[in-house]
Structure formats: structure tokens, C-alpha cells
């Protein structure tokens, strides 16, 4: 007879973090599986939502193509390998670029699963710092760093990111963001959906300003279509309005933002005037007066902006409008506008001395071929490809040499792609620490394979920092089948000790560096209670060890027994769903680490940056341009191979408005080739699309989604295969960027379109 027992479970897949309840069934044979799995109603934050992607851990946990033993390659084909084969290998490889290079020759990508991952979260930065180089490389480039360059110029602090109070709010405007689809980014709301069918409930109101009507502008008061990339104009233009018609209040902020900084954002947007801008947004100048007026009339209110805005060359300065609009409004740090979470554990803005810190700085070195500035200790990632291909003019500048990835998939995530793979066929040496063997990994000498997440702890650090309601969760290993493959932060703590030169994997003893990393922390968090602190945490290693030290000198945490009742591991254990720690609560001046203690709402950086958006207003609109998509039951480039989700309708065609299919003589199902605009007789960089002719997508352009292209040789990826779409990021421009953060242009960007047939080519 089999038996069944349940496991709680934080999912892992996406940032809204719900907590699920498997259902795991031993048979008769003792094996056990999991059986089903559904939304944990008694989870105090996700209250019972999941969505489809959740039933596919199963998937993923069970998938045959995911990697259980290293990979080395060998004449071109990847082998299995035991994991001492493996390091070997590795220090072999690194250790002759490094020797022959210098350290500075060895480059690192870093990609989203990291921030999903307790272990590879918290070790992450060990792996980095034992590397001793400038070219790192991560996702935030394609993704959040305009947002939080605009944050930590305004609040001092990188993850210092105000998220919108919705179960208070009264009236939302959401900006280049489909949280019905994406499940929320930068803020963490599990049931958008149905938090916003409260908020209309109850007399609110929600506007969706976005090129496409989307799943959340079809569950909107009101949609407006933007033209890509001219959310610079709409929102400076709003700020105008607020200005002109007497509208600025600043409510809970008025202490902390000067006098002189609201006159000079006035003079700053000046020229934004809405006449001005109306064409180039194609939003009536009434329209956008109009949304002024509401934003500063309703009781409350927020302005949330997230991927749609970030992606553009005026990344930075969207992302800092927003919170101006917030700002000037009086709806910053007040119930149902935008707020600080408080996190339980390893928040910047919970430590060291309240209100006041060092705040951000950029710049702090260039990258070597575009002279990109560092941003939160990072290169932009469409650099990449440009810093392998050119060589080093001398050694304090290296190129890259070698290249290490980490959970990241950058030849289908990052523009320019067909660059930069044949790029990585130039290296000398690459590993990656991924799940798969895909289209980046492929390219790599040795793919060292992290294991399920199932059978690791759970923890948010970052979410906890975004999430709209205070709460603090931890899930155990869920306890099946023990697939004896190492812990990630023991292959990257073996691949840190490598790269310090300090022998093959097989002689590094990880647990020894992984006391010393705890002790460390026991000292930092504990002080004269680090003794016992580190004997009391003991009781767990890597991760969780130093998760439990982190949480007990957090804000909520039991200070280490001076404060009885307090957040502790052992705690969270005790509670599977969770511990809920109450509505976001006001943090001013608290949260704020700038140096002068304030809101510093006119960053200098940001000012001069407007000019070169005025000058962009006076160009003409491209006629036709490219902006991408997320689904539901799909997450960047790599849950395509879990049949749970790629089953049903295709979810890879490019959606054209009929207008222009009729103009373009493209039938619904046709093929059709994109290419970019200005790129002439780059035939790799040509992709073959299905069409879907959808009124959904405003004309003048057209929506593909990125991370398909599941079509590269040597990749092992069998059902994602079956249909592998195309990769809008070899179509994309890895020349486009902001220039302050370094964000890659993902949207709005000029493109052709050619019909090669009249029906399907493919489904
Ligand atoms: N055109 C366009 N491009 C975009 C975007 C866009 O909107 N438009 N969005 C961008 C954004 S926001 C992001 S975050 C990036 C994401 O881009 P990436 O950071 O490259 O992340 P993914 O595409 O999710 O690929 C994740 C990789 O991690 C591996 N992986 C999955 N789970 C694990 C695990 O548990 N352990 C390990 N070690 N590896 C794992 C997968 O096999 C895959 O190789 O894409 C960006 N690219
Ligand atoms: N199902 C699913 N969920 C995901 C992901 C996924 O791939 N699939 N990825 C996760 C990741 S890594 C991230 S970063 C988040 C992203 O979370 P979101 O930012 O919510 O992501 P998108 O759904 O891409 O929404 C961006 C919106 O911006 C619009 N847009 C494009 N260009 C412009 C523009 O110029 N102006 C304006 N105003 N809008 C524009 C697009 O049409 C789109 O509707 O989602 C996360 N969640
Ligand atoms: S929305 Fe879906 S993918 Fe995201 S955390 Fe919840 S169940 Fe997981
Ligand atoms: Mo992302």
C-alpha cells in the first residue's frame, strides 16, 4: 500500500515566492514521488495562489535532460565525468589563464536563478571576490538596474526599492509591467490578479500604461497604449503637470526632501511640457494632465514601472520619474502608496546606523572596449562579446580569457547573441554551473550541474526586501531521493578555493572554508555573543547556518536571546507557512542611507541625462519596432523543456497588428523574417518568426517573447526542441544601452519585417 506525507514549500520559480504544499507518495516499492502539488492556504502571504508553473517543479525535478553528473568536453562532444575529473579539469583550465593572463583574464556571468537559490545567493559573492576580476556580468543588466541606480541615488542604498501598498491603495498606475503574466518584479504580490479585482472592489482604480494590451491591462479601469520607449516623455510630462497646475505635496516626505531639490526637478522637466510630448507617446496632452490630476487627487496612490521602462536607453531616468511622481504626490512611505518592506534578514537598509550612509557611487572603473561605467560592481552584459573579441593592449586591462557561468543563459538572454556565442568559441576555457546543457552551455569545457531545488532549503534574501506585506518563510529540503550530486555552494566554494590557486576540488576541505565563513559572520552579526552564536547555529552548515545567524540579528530576529520570541531558523522550522510580520510600515528617515540623510530627489547624474532625452524627443518615431513578452506558463529561456508548460498552444509567435499585417501582406501563421532596421548583411542575425495577427499590440509594432531558440547543435534540451522558436535577442542590439546603468535596450528597438510565406511554415 503506499502512504503519503505532505512538504511545504516556497516555489522558487518566479519573485512572487508562493508557498505550495506538495503531496509526496511512497509506493509500494518505498520510492517515493511527488504526487500533487497545490497553493498553501494557510500561507500568511500567498494565501493559497499558485500558478501553472508551480506543478511543473515536478517536472523540472523529474526532467531526464536535467544534469546529474558533470559534463567535460571532450573532441567536441560532452561526456560525463565523475566531479574530481571534473575540478581537475577546471583548475587545469583556470589555472592557465590565469597564469598566462592574469587573474583580471577571467570573466563571470551571473545569471537570474541566483537570486532564487539560497546557496548560490549567499556564496555567489565568495566565488566573485576569490576571482580578483573586473569582468563581471550578470542579468541586472538585462533586467532591474536602471531601477535600482535610481533608488540608491534617491534612498542611498541599492535594494532600498519602495513597492506599492495595493491591499491600501486606492488608485494604481502600472508602467511597462504585465504582473497578470510575470507575477510581479521588483515586488513581490502573489495574486496580483486577485488584489487587483480587490482594489476595483472597493472603488479604486487601476490604470496600465503599455504598448500592448495585456493580461493586466484587460483586468484595468482604464488602458493606454504607449509607443515603446517613450515612457521618458509621459512621465516627465506628468511631473510638468504637477508642477504647472500646483499639484506638488509631499506628505510623509516633507521633511526629508529639500526645498531646492523640488525646484530644480521643476526646472529640469520644464521643457516636458505634455503638448510637447503627446505625439512621440501618442498620448493625448488631456489624457496625461488627466492622469496627474487623479494620481495627486486620490486618497491614495501609487506609480509602480518596472521591465517595459527599465529596458530602454532612458532606463535610469523612467525609473526615477516614477518615484518622483510618488514623491511629489506625498504618496512615498504612506499607507497605500509606495513603501519600504522591512526584511527579516540581511537587508542593507536594516544595518548599521538608521538614516543615514554612504550612499550609491557608479564609475568606479570603466569597462575596458566601451568605457561602460561599473554599476553595483558590474559591466554591462552586452559587453561581454566585445571584451572576449578584443585583445588586451596591456596587462592591467585584460580581456577575457575564461569565463564562468552561473545560472545564466546569456546567448539566448542577452541581445546580440549570435555575437556572443561565436565569442565563447574563442575562450580559452569555460565552465558553467548550470541544470542543462543549452545554448550557452554548450559552449563550455565543463558544466558542473546543480541540483534540484527540492532538495535544498528555501529562503528569499532578496524577495523579502520587495515583498508588499512584511513576513518572514524558510522550507527544509523536501527529502526525496538524496541524488548524491554536491550542494551549489559547495561547487562554488571548491570553484572560489580553485581560483585562488589553491589546488584541485578533491584537496579542498569546503567544510573548514565554510566554518571560517560562518565565524566570520557570527563575529560580524554576534559580536560578544559570536561563541555562542556559532555553536548554537552549528546545528545546520552552509547556507542555513549563516541564514540563522542573519535572521537573529535582523530587525525581527531574537538578537540573540535578548530579545525572547524573536526570529530564529528553528523558529521558521516550526512554522511551515510561514510567519506573518504584519502591513508595511512607515521608514522614514530610518531606511535612508544617503549621505546627507535625506531623499536626495535631484541626483546631478540624473539632470544631465535629460538634455539627451530632449534631444530624442525631437526624432521622428521608427515606423515599425520590436518589443518582447512574458507567458505565464513560461520563465525566461530556460522552463521550455518541462512538458507540463510547453504543451498546448505555441507560445512563441510574434504577435503584428492587422493594420500592419495587411500592410506587410502577412497572414495569420505565415513565416516571416525580422531583421533589425539599420543592420545590413548580418544574415546570422536574421530570424524566422511565426506570425499571429493580434489588435492587442498597438501598430508600429511587434511582440516576440525572449529566451526561445532552442535550435543550437549539441544542446540537450529534447521537448524544448520539439519547438524551439526564435531568439528575439539575435535580432536585439548589444550596442543600445543606458548609458548610466548600463541596462540593455530590450524594447522599441527599429526592425523589419519580410513575409517568406502565406501559411504556416511551423506551428
Ligand atoms: N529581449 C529580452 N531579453 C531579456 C529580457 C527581456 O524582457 N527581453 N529579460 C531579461 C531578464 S529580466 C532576465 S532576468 C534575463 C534572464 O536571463 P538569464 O540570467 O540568462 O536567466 P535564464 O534565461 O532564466 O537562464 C537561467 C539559466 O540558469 C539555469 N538554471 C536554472 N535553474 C538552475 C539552478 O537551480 N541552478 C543552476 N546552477 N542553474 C540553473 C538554466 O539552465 C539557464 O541556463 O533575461 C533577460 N533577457
Ligand atoms: N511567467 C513569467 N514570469 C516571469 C518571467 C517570465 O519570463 N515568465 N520573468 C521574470 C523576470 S526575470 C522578470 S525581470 C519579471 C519582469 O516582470 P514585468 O516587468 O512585469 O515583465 P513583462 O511581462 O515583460 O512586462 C513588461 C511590459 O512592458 C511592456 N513594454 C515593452 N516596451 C515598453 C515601453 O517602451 N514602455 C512601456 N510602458 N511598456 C513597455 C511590455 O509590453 C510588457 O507588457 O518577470 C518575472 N516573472
Ligand atoms: S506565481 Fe507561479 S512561478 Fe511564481 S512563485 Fe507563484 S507558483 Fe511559483
Ligand atoms: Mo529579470
Redesign the pocket.
Known sequence: MSTHRTAHRIC?LCEACCGLVLDIERDTQGVEHIATIRGDDSDPFSRGYLCPKAVALKDLHDDPDRLRQPLIRRNGRHEPATWDEAFAEIARGLGDVQARHGRGAVGI??????V??LG?TLTVPTLVKSLGTKHVY??ST???IPRQLACGLLYGHWFSVPVPDIDRTDWLLVIGANPVASNG?MWTVPDFRGRAKALRQRGGRLVVIDPRRTETAKVADEYLPIRPGADVFLLAAMVHTLFAEGLVRLGAAASVVSTEDVEAVRAAVAAFAPDVVADRCAIPAETIRRLARELAAAPRAAVYGR?GTN?QTFGTLSAWLIDVLNVLTGRLDAEGGVMFPKAAALAANTMGPPGIGRGVTTGRHHSRVSGAPEVIGEWPITCLAEEIETPATSPEQPAVKALI??????V????GSPRLAAALDTLDFMV?????L?E??RHADVIL?????LEDGHFDVAFGQLSMRNHVRYSPPVGLADSGQPA?WEILLRLSEIAQGRGPGGMVDVAALDDRLARQEAERFAGDRAEQAFAEASRWRGPERRLDLALRAGPHGDDFGRRPGGVRLAALLDAPSGIDLGALAPRLPEVLRTPSGRVDLAPPMLLADLPRALAALREPAPPLVII?R?DVRS????MHNLPTLAKGPFRGAMQVHPVDAQRLGLAEGASACVRRADDAGHHDRHITVQVHVDDSVMPGVVCLP??WGHDQPGTRLHVAAERPGAN??AV?DERLRDPLSGN?V??GVAVVVEALSRSAAHR
Do not use: C, F, M
Not at 557561468?405 to 546569456?410: D, E, G, L
Not at 520563465?635 to 530556460?638: K, R, Y
Open positions: 522558487p556571468t551571473l545569471g537570474n536563478p541566483i532564487h537559490k548560490l550578470s542579468a538585462l533586467d532591474q518584479s521591465i529596458g557561468t552561473v545560472a545564466s543563459n546569456p539566448l538572454s542577452a541581445p558553467s554551473v548550470d541544470i542543462y543549452n550557452t552551455t550541474p546543480g541540483r534540484s531545488p551549489e518582447g512574458r520563465n525566461n529561456s530556460w525572449h529566451g528575439l535577442n536585439l540593455a530590450l524594447s
